[in-house]
């Protein structure tokens, strides 16, 4: 179980995110920054005193751009964060970054205060692509990025790359996935570019002005990240993520086994207690909000037992290990197939899910349509 | 009030010249006099009111008008329905009148629908008043209209300016009908005869007929004799449309009213059919009568196969206040069960569903709308079918007829060319052509009513930038070389998506429909092969390639709330779509015939 942590900062907002972020610039240190800073530990002694779900062991700061903040007030948030929350003696704490944001200074200093595991938004290893999504780093700045971590102690690396961009070949992910393998990174998430409303990017796509890979280009590119990474000795765990043997992300297995977590920030998400929140994606609301001591939810939501157990299976079947249907037992004191015999059926008679050593899990057809497997489980 | 100084008349025009404006301004001229009258009657009828509340329709106004002479004459105001599927609603409609307002846009001038109700007026030897409206529009041209009204056979002397928007003119028109149009003339002593020219279903009152006496008088407790079924009701309310509603005892000849009688539904109130008196019923009924015929079919199915009682029960509401509407229940091999339904064009059959869709809530699959065939077998007998599944084997047909229409076209003459090579497209056989001035001239084409059904009319605007205006009236069967085409899905026929088309045209038609269908119908888990057949020989196949990537490979981190919406909303897209087999098919498919040419 773990805590996320959202910094809805960044220097420039990406053409394709519907993240919440807010542009800032100088000015807004240390006066906006620092007020979030502040009512991040206001956040995180309420929820000390509710948690009731057992010792906390990974730590995840997600944005925006976490590493916009400057690395000693980084340092000492963490430091207060596992020091004031019952995290176990040797969490995984985990920091995004953008390759352009790490220096080797601020890398010493993170590792200093903790981090040992840092994820990378690399994206991809070619200038031109990487200008039409809207990222501010070059190509370049992924290795250094890299080496200062390393230099810094920080063995867990995870890249993040996409897929699908503008403008994007077959020929130019294949050289993105090497780039990215010659670095040696111990994880490896590949996503695909979503056309999210709103977004600069697809109100140019609406408009004809860029041009997207097809679908089967993209099933092709999917393919292509599977084949070169799992000959390169990685293992394809979730749907999006790859990674050396032993080196999965524990925090992300948290979100996809369904279990309890600490959402702290603007727009953050949290689950604890069979609740599930999300706070106001609204930078200034949140800080006023807990200036008065109240949280700033937007949503809440008690979760009953069968949309827990729904929500179980749609996640869990996003890891290719698939769910483990003694743990489903455990958990629910009922089978797995008592629930969702028919729907089982049914995927297994379509090849989309299969059954092995007690589990059920996608099938490589179903790898590619999983939208229909985690559908199959909302009743 | 005397015969003598009732008129009966109504307002004929094409679409848009301004029909409803004309009668709204008739209706404001009249209304003090009107209003004066109401107000005597209010205690009367608000008690009714105030028990049922007043659901009537005005299809009948009666307005009380003070002319020059000073005498106050009762003008009754018929409405006419707008569309070539009601044209024999339009025609008993006009056999209820006397005369005819014909209403023409000054700067528009005569268009097909003018022309087809004027002569549909003369037919039944109407008085007609030409009015000439919008004469206050900066591109009103009325010389010209006038011209074009000389041309087709009217005085333009005689013809009314007005501006129905200023109310110019209005006055003028009012006195026109009295002095011009002729009273009624009916037989006080003879047997009871009234027309019914419209009726409706009332939740508390059943059918009300809207009738115009011809002979006799029915009176409040009257017994009444439907002369098409010989079905008897006794009268329970009479009234007139003032245009509240106001009792009255009877309703002498000449006259116009509504007339309730415990009638269940409107299949007892048959637009057409002459009420009688049961003491002293009439030898003969009024001439004219035909029963509704549906001239176009579908079958209408839900989506998901328990609605079907639903639909069920909403088809027997609905044709209660819908007499032409028909229905019968039958199945498909790809869709189940639902019912094959009967209209009398494609604007009633689009008024009836998207009324099941919008008032009962169904999720419906329309059927490509069929017309019907006439069959005949090599025994010598003749089947009609409405449905292509029910075609017998062609080893049994000795040959097939299918319905035509005479369309008339009117069109101004630079897109003659344009109304032909659509026509003729369409296997439409010219019959004549001529100017009726010197820019616009009138087309008449026979075509098979089949291919009307299919985007003619979009297709004819679109050719002429929208200047052509149709309208056309069924002749007859004619001997046609039609077939079956087929559409198989995954290898698998869908009698669903089976249409009889003309020989000449299969093999485009099976091209268009086979690529349209892989337009439409979204991947699947698998390849999804779609063919085109005429018998066991294939024309055409299309593929839709197998879907090979769905799913969400994006980073939502612990949002599962939004994956969750992500994917029911998926899930949700799906249970509007119908499983044929493995294949899931969308509603729109089963229409696809109707948009491809």
């Known amino acids: ?142 290795g250094a990025s890299v080496r200062s971590l390393r230099s810094a102690g920080i063995r867990e690396i995870n890249l993040d790359l996409m897929f699908g961009l503008p403008g994007q070949d077959l020929a130019h992910w294949r050289a993105t996935l090497e780039a990215a393998l010659a670095l040696e990174p111990t994880h490896l998430s590949c996503y695909a570019l979503i056309l999210e409303p709103g977004t600069p990017l697809a109100s140019w796509h609406e408009q004809g002005l860029v041009e997207l890979p097809g679908e089967d280009e993209q099933a092709d590119m999917y393919q292509l990240a599977r084949e070169v990474l799992q000959g390169a000795g990685y293992e394809h765990y979730e749907i999006s993520n790859f990674c050396l043997p032993g080196h999965r992300c524990r925090h992300n297995l948290l979100y996809w086994h369904n279990l309890p977590f600490i959402g702290l920030g603007s727009g953050a998400t949290g689950y604890l207690g069979g609740c599930r929140y999300q706070n106001a994606p609204d930078v200034e609301g949140y800080i006023r909000s807990w200036a008065e001591g109240k949280p700033p939810y937007l949503t809440w939501e008690e979760v009953g037992r069968d949309q827990e157990m729904d929500e179980t299976m749609m996640v869990g079947m996003r890891l290719l290990e698939g769910v483990s249907e003694a743990e489903f037992r455990r958990r629910f004191q009922v089978s797995l197939r008592e629930v969702y015999g028919e729907a089982v059926e049914q995927l297994l008679q379509q090849g989309l899910a299969e059954e092995k050593d007690g589990r059920l899990r996608v099938t490589e057809l179903g790898l590619f349509l999983e939208n229909r497997v985690s559908a199959a489980f909302l009743r | 009030m005397v015969q003598k100084n009732i008129r009966n008349f109504c307002i004929i025009a094409h679409i848009d010249h301004g029909k409803s404006t004309l009668a709204d301004r008739i209706l404001e001229a009249t209304e003090a006099v009107s209003k004066r009258e109401m107000t005597e009657q209010v205690l009367d009828s608000m008690e009714l009111e105030r028990e049922r509340g007043i659901t009537i329709k005005l299809k009948a106004v009666r307005l009380i008008y003070r002319a020059q002479d000073g005498e106050e004459y009762i003008l009754n105001l018929i409405d006419t329905p707008g569309h070539v599927d009601f044209s024999y609603e339009v025609s008993r409609s006009l056999a209820a009148c006397e005369g005819a307002l014909l209403v023409v846009d000054a700067s528009q001038g005569v268009e097909a629908q003018t022309l087809a109700n004027l ?350 205006s149709l309208d056309y009236e069924f002749i007859g069967y004619r001997q046609s070389d039609v077939v079956k085409l087929d559409i198989l899905l995954n290898g698998n026929p869908v009698d669903a998506l089976s249409i009889i088309v003309h020989r000449d045209k299969a093999m485009a038609r099976g091209r268009a429909l086979a690529e349209k269908l892989k337009e439409v119908i979204p991947r699947q888990q698998f390849e999804v092969p779609i063919q085109a057949a005429i018998g066991s020989k294939i024309i055409a196949r299309e593929t839709v390639r197998a879907l090979r990537k769905d799913v969400l490979a994006k980073c939502y981190g612990g949002d599962v709330s939004r994956k969750r919406k992500l994917l029911e909303k998926q899930k949700e897209g799906k249970k509007r779509m119908k499983s044929l087999g493995n294949v899931e098919v969308p509603q729109e498919a089963f229409m696809a015939i109707l948009k491809v040419d």
């Not at chain 1, 995840?60 to 964060?81: H, N, R, S, V």
């Not at chain 1, 595991?117 to 690399?122: D, I, Q, T, W």
């Not at chain 2, 009924?285 to 509704?292: H, T």
């Not at chain 2, 005479?406 to 052509?433: K, N």
């Open chain 2, 119 to 468: 002569y549909l007026a003369l037919e039944h030897d109407l008085e007609i008043i030409p009015v000439i409206n919008k004469i206050d529009l900066p591109n009103a041209d009325p010389e010209r209209v006038k011209r074009e009204l000389e041309d087709v056979g009217l005085s333009a002397e005689e013809a009314v300016l007005v501006s129905a928007r200023t109310g110019q003119g209005i006055d003028q028109v009012l006195q026109a009908i009295v002095e011009r149009i002729p009273p009624p003339r009916g037989d006080a002593a003879a047997p009871t005869r009234a027309m019914i020219f419209d009726s409706h279903y009332d939740q508390y009152r059943g059918a009300v007929a809207y009738a115009r006496v011809v002979d006799g008088t029915i009176k409040l407790g009257d017994t009444i004799q439907m002369m098409s079924t010989g079905r008897q009701f006794e009268v329970t309310e009479l009234g007139v449309l003032q245009p509240g509603f106001r009792p009255v005892q009877a309703l002498g000849p000449g006259e116009v009213g509504c007339i309730m009688a415990s009638m269940k539904d409107v299949r007892d109130t048959r637009v057409g059919d002459t009420i009688t008196t049961a003491h002293n019923p009439a030898a003969e009924p009024l001439p004219g009568y035909r029963p509704a015929k549906p001239m176009v079919y579908c079958g209408l199915y839900p989506v998901v196969n328990e609605e079907y009682t639903l639909l069920r029960d909403a088809l027997d509401k609905l044709q209660l206040n819908d007499a032409a509407l028909t229905y019968e229940a039958e199945s498909s091999a790809a869709l189940g069960f639902g019912y094959r339904c009967g209209f009398l064009g494609l604007l009633h059959m689009e008024i009836v569903q998207e009324r099941l869709e919008r008032e009962f809530d169904l999720n419906l699959i329309t059927t490509a709308p069929s017309v019907v065939y006439r069959v005949v077998l090599k025994d010598g007998t003749v089947k009609e079918i409405d449905n292509p599944t029910a075609l017998p084997p062609m080893t049994h047909v000795e040959h097939i007829e299918e319905p035509f229409v005479r369309a008339t076209v009117l069109v101004p003459d630079e897109f003659i060319g344009a109304v032909m090579e659509v026509c003729q497209e369409r296997r439409g056989t010219f019959i004549t052509m001529e100017y009726i001035t010197p820019e616009r001239a009138r087309l008449e084409y026979d075509l098979p009513l089949a291919e009307i059904l299919m985007d003619f009319f979009d297709r004819l605007k679109s050719r002429t930038k929208g200047y052509a």
């Open chain 1, 1 to 142: 179980m773990g805590v996320y942590v959202h910094i809805p900062f960044c220097a420039r907002k990406c053409h394709y995110c519907d993240f919440h972020s807010i542009v800032v610039g100088e000015a807004d240190f240390p006066g906006l920054v620092d007020s979030y800073l502040v009512s991040l530990r206001r956040e995180a002694l309420y929820y000390r005193k509710l948690w009731a779900n057992g010792p906390l062991d990974s730590l995840f700061f997600g944005g925006g751009t976490p590493t916009l903040i400057p690395p000693e007030k980084l340092a000492q948030l963490i430091a207060f964060l596992l020091a004031e929350l019952p995290f176990t003696s040797d969490p995984e704490v985990t920091i995004e970054a953008n390759p352009q944001s790490v220096t080797p200074q601020g890398a010493e200093l993170l590792a200093g205060a903790g981090v040992n595991r840092v994820s990378l938004g690399a994206q991809a290893f070619q200038n031109e692509l990487l200008t039409a999504i809207g990222r501010l780093h070059r190509a370049e700045d992924i």
